[in-house]
């Protein structure tokens, strides 16, 4: 059964943001006069859609990333099986695809003693 995704309204304080964001990009892929007469608009589409593709990864990356750096929460240093405390372990390399391309980062790595387990801290979604 596929997972549903609900949709994500754009802040409205980001819109601004994205605004100057897009003005700048516009100005680095044809300078101050925008696009050249005759340039077609299969190719600035197609550009716009590798460009977005590229920023929705590059951005789920950072913030997977930044995520990852904070110290695991006091709840999360927990064993799920056992619920005695784990020992941290090196980070490790973690790769997903997403709708946009490759999202990598490094990711928290802890160590059950007891359960003699390895995990990644994670909250438990309901349901699951």
């Known amino acids: 059964m596929a997972k549903e995704i609900t949709a994500v309204e754009i802040p409205a304080h980001l819109r601004p943001v994205l605004q100057a964001a897009a003005k700048n990009m516009l100005q680095h ?8 007469w005759g340039t077609r608009f299969a190719e600035m589409e197609q550009l716009v859609k590798q460009l977005s593709n590229y920023l ?4 789920l990356q950072q913030a997977l990333q930044r995520q990852a750096s904070q110290p695991v929460p006091e709840p999360l240093r927990c064993c799920p099986g056992c619920g005695r405390p784990t020992q941290p372990r090196d980070p490790e390399p ?5 709708d946009r391309g490759t999202a990598d980062w490094q990711e928290p790595a802890s160590h059950c003693e007891y359960c003699r387990k390895a995990f990644f801290p994670s909250v438990q979604e309901p349901g699951h």
Request: net charge negative; hydrophobic share 25%.
């Open 29 to 36: 892929l044809y300078g101050p006069e925008g696009p050249a």
């Open 56 to 59: 929705g990864t590059e951005l």
């Open 94 to 98: 973690r790769s997903v695809q997403t």
